[in-house]
């Protein structure tokens, strides 16, 4: 037996002592822009640094995750793939830079929250009363202090512009613990730190709409218009029209592409309208199918004024409403087709844990439409506003309710024995928007 295991066992020994093939690497260069970063290698948890961009170094083929780090810059997670080829093989990354804003954290005279643990979407950054540089954009603060509720507050930090809170949490006393739901904030007013983010929770995320780089609102619009014309001498084929509560669909977006800087301030914005099955009658009782739409697309330019965001903007804008020919004659119907282009200030201002807005606009009107066509030396100008109101109900979402009117006047130089007579017409379109707008 010992014999014949004797083969077996030199040809054992001499795989053993036979070295291991090592692993093949290829060289690569991992570059970013700019330079400076740490490179660490490996997957989240196992990542080992292994020095600074450039780096140079050797690499099993296969795919590698990569994770490049630079104060002031976010940080870059990305996979790589090393063939097995002889050249340089090279990776290179552009880093973003970070901007930040500040985070101030305020403690008022009786509160229990100093030496509180403030913690930011998750992590602690420090304790209360205290200042703290995070990321623009929205975030979750908790200010916590043991043995009791924590302060939860939904925020929107900006460049330059610190966002402030109130360390709610108040002092218990031996004779009752006072109600951790309602606090005096600096104005001595109440205060509530449950879950939700209360009333000063509420207000950030109202301004977060505000800030917003894209807003999309969606709603129902019921819409009115009040024509008619003018003037001591009228012809019998001039018809007036009046509509309420006519029901339409309404979306509307806003979009910033530019993150900072002067320009990050600058958006395209668009909104439309469109009559669901509206059926209009004339003064003969026969019912007309009628075609109501609207739409403006422009430009708008945001920026902050004493705590309120102010806006500017030119929009080109059209406003339609048709009847059917075959039931009311073309000649006669009382037709909106305005083209116009629009020049609009607004504004926004946060109010508790709610926001108001409101804007005014001048609409030069570049086409009357069909109507004013039918007179002589017609001309048109037109005015429109809005105000309304917007509740946050949830992050990045809020209802909203808004009322919009639009005038326009029409002057006509028609003389008597032309085929339609008046000094002029006015057209009053208004209507209540109710509906709800997400944004990020």
């Given at each position: 037996?010992?014999?014949?295991?004797c083969?077996?066992?030199?040809?054992?020994l001499?795989?053993?002592?036979?070295?291991a093939?090592?692993?093949?690497?290829?060289r690569?260069v991992?570059?970013?822009s700019?330079r400076?970063?740490?490179?660490?290698?490996?997957?989240?948890?196992?990542?080992e640094?292994?020095?600074?961009?450039?780096?140079?170094?050797?690499?099993?083929a296969g795919?590698?995750?990569?994770t490049l780090?630079?104060?002031?810059?976010?940080?870059?997670?990305?996979?790589?793939r090393?063939?097995?080829?002889r050249?340089?093989q090279?990776?290179?990354?552009?880093?973003s830079?970070?901007?930040?804003g500040?985070?101030?954290?305020?403690?008022?005279?009786?509160?229990?929250?100093?030496?509180?643990?403030?913690?930011?979407?998750?992590?602690a950054?420090?304790t209360?009363p205290?200042?703290?540089e995070v990321?623009?954009?929205?975030h979750?603060?908790?200010i916590?202090?043991?043995?009791?509720?924590?302060?939860?507050e939904?925020?929107?930090?900006t460049e330059?512009?610190?966002?402030?809170?109130?360390?709610?949490?108040?002092a218990?006393?031996?004779?009752?613990?006072?109600?951790?739901?309602?606090?005096?904030?600096?104005?001595g007013?109440?205060?509530r730190?449950d879950r939700?983010g209360?009333r000063?929770?509420?207000?950030a995320?109202s301004?977060?709409?505000?800030?917003?780089?894209?807003?999309a609102?969606?709603?129902?619009?019921?819409a009115?218009?009040?024509f008619?014309y003018?003037?001591a001498?009228?012809?019998?084929?001039?018809?007036?029209?009046?509509?309420?509560?006519?029901?339409?669909v309404?979306?509307?977006v806003?979009l910033?592409?530019?993150g900072?800087g002067?320009?990050?301030?600058?958006?395209?914005?668009?909104?439309?309208?469109?009559?669901?099955?509206?059926?209009?009658?004339?003064?003969?009782?026969?019912?007309v199918?009628t075609?109501?739409?609207?739409?403006?697309a422009g430009?708008?330019?945001?920026?902050r004024?004493?705590?309120?965001?102010?806006?500017?903007?030119?929009?080109?804008?059209?406003i339609?409403?048709?009847?059917?020919?075959?039931?009311?004659?073309?000649?006669?119907?009382?037709?909106?087709?305005y083209k116009?282009?629009?020049?609009?200030?607004?504004?926004?201002?946060?109010v508790?844990g709610?926001?108001?807005?409101?804007?005014?606009?001048g609409?030069?009107?570049v086409?009357?439409?069909p109507?004013?066509?039918r007179?002589r030396?017609?001309?048109a100008?037109?005015?429109?506003?809005?105000?309304?109101?917007?509740v946050p109900v949830?992050?990045?979402?809020?209802?909203r309710a808004?009322?919009?009117?639009?005038?326009?006047?029409?002057?006509?130089?028609?003389?008597?024995?032309?085929?339609?007579v008046?000094?002029?017409?006015?057209?009053?379109?208004?209507g209540?928007?109710?509906g709800?707008?997400?944004?990020?």
């Open positions: 037996m010992v014999r014949r295991w083969p077996l066992v030199a040809a054992a001499c795989c053993a002592a036979t070295p093939r090592a692993q093949r690497t290829y690569v991992i570059d970013s700019p400076g970063a740490t490179v660490a290698i490996g997957a989240e948890g196992e990542a640094e292994v020095g600074t961009t450039p780096y140079r170094g050797r690499l099993p795919e590698h995750v990569v780090s630079k104060r002031g810059y976010r940080s870059h997670t990305t996979t790589i090393v063939r097995k080829q050249r340089v090279r990776f290179k990354v552009q880093l830079e970070l901007v930040t500040t985070v101030v954290v305020d403690v008022p005279a009786g509160s229990a929250a100093v030496g509180a643990d403030v913690v930011v979407d998750g992590e950054v420090g209360a205290g200042e703290f990321e623009v954009g929205p979750v603060v908790e916590v202090v043991r043995g009791q509720p924590k302060q939860e939904w925020i929107e930090v330059g512009e610190p966002t402030r809170i109130a360390a709610a949490i108040a218990r006393t031996r004779e009752a613990d006072i109600d951790v739901d309602a606090h005096a904030d600096k104005a007013g109440k205060r730190t939700d209360g000063g929770g509420a207000a995320r301004r977060g709409a505000a800030r917003a780089q894209w807003l609102e969606a709603g129902m619009t019921f009115g218009r009040h008619g003018g003037g001498m009228q012809t019998p084929n001039l018809r007036p029209y009046d509509a309420d509560f006519v029901p339409a309404h979306v509307a806003e910033y592409p530019v900072r002067f320009l990050r301030g600058l958006g395209a914005v668009g909104r439309y309208d469109r009559a669901i099955a509206v059926t209009s009658e004339t003064s003969e009782g026969v019912p199918d075609a109501w739409t609207q739409f403006a430009a708008r330019y945001r920026t004024v004493s705590g309120a965001t102010v806006g500017v903007g030119a929009a080109y804008g059209q339609d409403v048709s009847f059917d020919p075959a039931a009311l004659p073309a000649d006669e119907a009382p037709s909106a087709g116009f282009v629009e020049f609009a200030v607004d504004g926004r201002a946060d508790g709610v926001a108001l807005f409101g804007g005014v606009a609409l030069w009107v086409d009357a439409g109507t004013a066509a007179f030396g017609a001309s100008f037109g005015a429109a506003a809005h105000a309304g109101v917007a949830a992050p990045h979402l809020e209802a808004s009322v919009r009117y639009d005038r326009f006047a029409l002057t006509f130089a028609a003389e008597p024995g032309d085929t339609h008046a000094d002029g017409a006015t057209d009053h379109l208004y209540l928007l109710l709800a707008a997400f944004y990020y």
